[in-house]
């Protein structure tokens, strides 16, 4: 059985877990290592069930245009999931990695 194309998305399933170094190393972290690693987010919204949602982008201009956003939900204060999405302008870009300044400094 072929499956139908039109019913596939790109975007992470909110229950899969994306297999990332990103997705390793900030699940299950403290909101101080974030804050220590990453800096404050580019975005934060906070849900009235107490959780928090942190995100944060990493966007490259040029021949090697591509965008990243990575998001994080946080609860009591400790990091319970993490979402990748990226996007790359062009064929250059899309075979170069995405996310370089977050992967940069997480390491």
Known sequence: MVPNM?????TPSPTE???????????????AFVQEKLG???????LPTGAMIWVYNDDA???NANSCKV??????GIVQRVSIQT?????????LSSCNRI???LS
């Open 87 to 95: 996007h790359s302008a062009s064929l250059v870009s899309a075979a």
């Open 61 to 63: 201009k040029g021949l």
């Open 17 to 31: 877990r994306q297999d990332d170094p990103i997705v390793s190393a900030l699940e299950g972290q403290p909101v």
């Open 103 to 105: 992967r940069k400094d």
């Open 71 to 76: 998001s994080l939900s946080i609860r009591d």
């Open 40 to 46: 404050l987010p580019n975005q934060r919204d906070d």
């Open 6 to 10: 039109d019913s596939l998305s790109l």
